[in-house]
């Protein structure tokens, strides 16, 4: 068996994040999106990570 690590380095606040990264986080929230759903979004956009 082979194991992966994937090391992910994500916002610690608002201020971090760069106009279109908060226009997408404003978008997910107009549209209801709990905040697990929000979070995992923003991470696969942000990160490149495609599932497969």
Known sequence: M???SID????????????KQLRYVCRLLAQDYDADEL?????L???GTKVI
């Open 45 to 47: 956009r942000w990160s």
């Open 8 to 19: 992910f380095t994500v916002p610690q606040g608002w201020h971090e994040l760069g106009d």
């Open 39 to 43: 979070r995992l979004l923003c991470l």
């Open 2 to 4: 082979q194991t992966i």
